[in-house]
């Protein structure tokens, strides 16, 4: 499956965005879906997944409570609600996804990646 991430963009601190991840190739109703971001200078880390059947969902605790990660099998794909940003959001970030597979915080575990949006909050 191949993905395309968008929806990034500059946004103040306490607005909202919302990315979105297409997929072509394959159905994303077939995939554990992971949403990542990464800082300059820090690991990718883990921020919101979806398993591949079912509605179950895992957040970091960073963005719990702020951020909503839904899946839209008609249109195949995967939207991250993004609202309450921070500054110490401010990372690209990336989709990802692992056939049939369960929520995962581990890059390691997906073999497909979106090429990554910037998301920049200000101050």
């Known amino acids: 499956v191949q993905l395309q991430a968008s929806g990034g963009g500059l946004v103040q601190a306490g607005g909202s965005l919302t990315l979105s991840c297409a997929a072509s190739?394959?159905?994303?109703?077939?995939?554990?879906m992971g949403w990542f971001r990464q800082a300059p200078g820090k690991d990718r880390e883990f921020i919101a997944g979806?398993?591949?059947?079912?509605?179950?969902?895992d957040y970091a605790d960073s963005v719990k409570g702020r951020f909503t990660i839904s899946r839209d099998n008609g249109k195949n794909r995967v939207d991250l609600q993004m609202n309450s940003l921070k500054i110490e959001d401010t990372a690209v970030y990336y989709c990802?996804?692992?056939?049939?597979?369960?929520?995962?915080?581990?890059?390691?575990?997906?073999?497909?990646w979106g090429q990554g949006t910037q998301v920049t909050v200000s101050s």
């Open positions: 979806i398993r591949w059947s079912g509605v179950s969902t």
């Open positions: 190739g394959g159905a994303v109703s077939n995939y554990g």
């Open positions: 990802a996804a692992r056939l049939y597979g369960a929520i995962s915080r581990s890059p390691t575990d997906f073999r497909s």
